[in-house]
């Protein structure tokens, strides 16, 4: 089993930069590899979106509403990967969930971590 562990949210006021941080562990030498990895958001009342993917070896794909002030990023070697936020709006308030797409001994499943609180506000 693939745990996500997510850090990094918080409360901050428009303009402002956040950094969230993924990481995949699992009983030693369970992953075999980490295809791809992102980050996916839910305002209330609405449905939960991706924001920002990364493939192993690919190139980042980000929803157009952050696009130029969200950068992801993956330590493909400790199994990270990180969000930094920049210029932040009221409207990226919501829960951010770290999603990833892991091989272990059960084959390719999809995890999805806890979920960490970013907040827009003055």
């Known amino acids: 089993q693939v745990q996500l562990v997510e850090s990094g949210g918080g409360l901050v006021q428009p303009g402002g930069s956040l950094k969230l941080s993924c990481a995949a562990t699992?009983?030693?030498?369970?992953?075999?590899?980490?295809?791809?990895m992102g980050w996916y958001r839910q305002a209330p009342g609405k449905q939960r979106e991706l924001v920002a993917a990364l493939t192993t070896g690919g190139s980042p794909n980000y929803a157009d509403s952050i696009k130029s002030r969200f950068t992801i990023s993956r330590d493909n070697a400790k199994n990270t990967v990180s969000l930094q936020m920049n210029n932040l709006k009221p409207e990226d308030t919501a829960v951010y969930y770290c999603?990833?797409?892991?091989?272990?001994?059960?084959?390719?499943?999809?995890?999805w971590g806890q979920g960490t609180q970013v907040t827009v506000s003055s």
């Open positions: 699992a009983a030693t030498g369970s992953i075999f590899s980490i295809p791809a």
């Open positions: 999603n990833a797409a892991a091989r272990t001994l059960r084959g390719l499943g999809v995890y």
